[in-house]
């Protein structure tokens, strides 16, 4: 059987791939083994000494090798910097540590120097405090004894000034009991004058009764008279001969009616309350209306006298007397004649508190 033969690229093809191959497990053992361990020696002796065995092998495979060699070149030596950076990363993190440790053994040196400063502050603090209080206990103890002693002053002051107290109470007391006895005998001698003013006003109280109660008989006698004189006027009035009746009538109508106005003004007068407006010369007219028993009914102002409240207080007098049982002495002709409505004119001299 006739065998083809083999071109030169196919005799080189075989171990290009297997030089290819070599050279990929290498360079992932070569990555593998830098990821796991960082500080590995740079990978260029190997890559040479790879490329010298490779010195023997064809143009092809020489040439391939040095491809792969310039490849894993240029490769390296990034991987060989950032090797290097981790050295100088590490050795910068060892200085630092070393100066942290040197700068934290300084801070402690320190703080045990501020320590030991404190605490010798501190005891130099209590020494003086106990100083003080030493001072201040010699200093209490000392005002203590000036207080004592001024208390010993004062509570001797105090008896002296009791004992002069006590004396002069007894003092006051035998003077007061001397005024005593001296107001008692006045006062006695004042009762007995006092007893005596008294019985002395009254006895002239009784005699100044006795005397009103002689005037006020007069006075009931004199009016009696009156009335007796005007009951036999009356009686005149009402006697059978009617001519002699109106006569009479007329002679005396006008000294009844005058009797009668008195009495009125009199009556008028005790109800009567002077406002303080009212003064002399005024004068005020007042309708009286009357039934014949005397009880006023009405009264009503018919001329003003220009003051308000005098006329308000001569209607509220008038108002306030009521009744005039007088009027029954009347005849119903007369009393319709002259008192049913009668004027009255009054003013304040006329009238009394």
């Given at each position: 059987m006739h065998q083809r033969e083999r071109s030169p690229s196919e005799s080189y093809f075989w171990p290009t791939i297997l030089a290819v191959g070599l050279h990929v497990l290498i360079f992932a053992m070569m990555f593998v083994s830098f990821a796991m361990t960082p500080e590995l020696p740079p990978s260029r002796p190997i890559v040479q000494a790879t490329l010298y065995q490779l010195k023997s092998q064809s143009q092809a495979t020489v040439q391939t090798n040095q491809k792969i060699a310039g490849e894993a070149k240029k490769t390296a030596a990034p991987q060989y910097e950032t090797e290097q950076m981790e050295q100088r990363k590490v050795e910068q993190q060892r200085i630092a540590a070393a100066k942290a440790a040197e700068q934290k053994k300084a801070e402690e040196a320190q703080k045990a120097e501020q320590a030991e400063a404190q605490k010798q502050k501190e005891a130099a603090a209590a020494k003086a405090e106990a100083q003080k209080k030493e001072a201040a206990a010699k200093a209490e103890a000392e005002k203590k004894a000036v207080e004592q002693k001024q208390q010993a002053d004062i509570a001797k002051k105090k008896a002296a000034e009791e004992a002069k107290k006590k004396a002069a109470a007894e003092e006051a007391k035998k003077k007061a009991a001397e005024e005593a006895k001296k107001k008692a005998a006045e006062d006695a001698k004042k009762k007995a004058a006092e007893d005596a003013k008294k019985k002395s006003a009254e006895e002239a109280k009784k005699k100044a009764a006795a005397e009103a109660s002689k005037k006020k008989a007069a006075a009931d006698a004199a009016r009696k008279a009156q009335e007796d004189k005007k009951a036999a006027a009356l009686a005149e009035l009402l006697s059978d001969d009617v001519q002699h009746q109106q006569a009479l009538a007329d002679s005396v109508g006008d000294?009844?009616?005058?009797?009668?106005?008195?009495?009125?003004?009199?009556?008028?007068?005790?109800?009567?309350?002077?406002?303080?407006?009212?003064?002399?010369?005024?004068?005020?007219?007042?309708?009286?209306?009357?039934?014949?028993?005397?009880?006023?009914?009405?009264?009503?102002?018919?001329?003003a006298s220009g003051d308000a409240a005098f006329d308000n207080s001569a209607v509220a007098?008038?108002?306030?007397?009521?009744?005039?049982?007088?009027?029954?002495?009347?005849?119903?002709?007369?009393?319709?004649?002259?008192?049913?409505?009668?004027?009255?004119?009054?003013?304040?001299?006329?009238?009394?508190?």
């Open positions: 000294q009844v009616a005058g009797s009668l106005d008195d009495l009125i003004i009199n009556l008028v007068s005790q109800q009567w309350r002077r406002p303080p407006s009212a003064r002399n010369g005024m004068s005020v007219e007042v309708m009286i209306q009357m039934l014949p028993d005397g009880t006023i009914t009405n009264a009503s102002v018919t001329r007098a008038v108002r306030n007397v009521g009744r005039i049982p007088e009027m029954q002495q009347l005849d119903r002709a007369t009393f319709d004649k002259m008192y049913r409505q009668r004027r009255v004119i009054f003013k304040p001299e006329d009238l009394s508190l």
